[in-house]
């Protein structure tokens, strides 16, 4: 059988379409997939650990829970992270001189851990405590404290687990909001030009 010149080209068209996947009359049309409303959100790394967002604070400090695996302890903080927005640290923004500060903003920054610990010169038993600073002159204690739930503003001296100094030195690049982070067996919070750390060790 014999095809007209015209025949043989409509065949060969119709053959590359096919082929290179422009579709028939039966092929479905694209339709785009939308992120299931369930989906997880993505994984934000914060101070060496992982951070989940908790509430908004009252004057705008986002407050996070964030946790790290240390050797064989879970360990989390959970506090707020206030912005500096041109403050000064230790002038019109905490930790001021001679105040106990809640190392965070709102309620008093929490310390969780599964496992006892060591932290500087202090003895942590596994449990739940809450976390401040003094700074006093040239020296920065870190302030572990039995009492939990209670306002940032409620400090109360007589649920003191223990204290122990900090080493302070100055950031070259200042941190406009608050990061605490346990990093390389260290507990450090920075903030402003100011970082403190204290060694921190699972028993």
């Known amino acids: 059988m014999s095809y007209s010149k015209s025949q043989l080209l409509f065949g060969i068209t119709i053959t590359a379409m096919v082929g290179c996947g422009g579709g028939t009359a039966l092929d479905p049309e694209p339709t785009e997939v939308s992120p299931s409303p369930d989906a997880p959100s993505p994984i934000e790394m914060l101070g060496g650990g992982v951070a989940t967002p908790v509430h908004e604070g009252q004057a705008g400090s986002p407050h996070v829970k964030v946790d790290w695996d240390v050797d064989s302890a879970s360990i989390s903080i959970t506090y707020g992270r206030p912005f500096l927005r041109g403050r000064t640290v230790g002038d019109t923004v905490e930790p001021l ?3 106990v500060w809640r190392l965070g903003a709102d309620e008093a920054t929490t ?3 599964s496992s006892d610990l060591m932290v500087g ?3 942590v ?3 739940e405590y809450t976390l401040w600073t003094l700074t006093t002159g040239d020296t920065t204690e870190l302030i572990i404290n039995n009492e939990t739930g209670q306002w940032g503003t409620a400090y109360d ?3 003191d687990l223990g204290r122990t100094a900090m080493t302070v030195s100055t950031l070259e690049i200042p941190a406009d909001q608050l ?4 990093e390389d ?3 450090r919070f920075e903030w402003g030009d100011m970082v403190a750390s204290v060694p921190i060790m699972v028993h």
């Open 185 to 187: 067996s260290q507990l």
């Open 121 to 123: 010169s202090a003895h």
């Open 179 to 182: 990061t605490l982070s346990i």
């Open 97 to 99: 001189d001679g105040s």
């Open 157 to 159: 001296e007589s649920r």
């Open 125 to 127: 038993p596994a449990g």
């Open 111 to 113: 310390l969780n851990t």
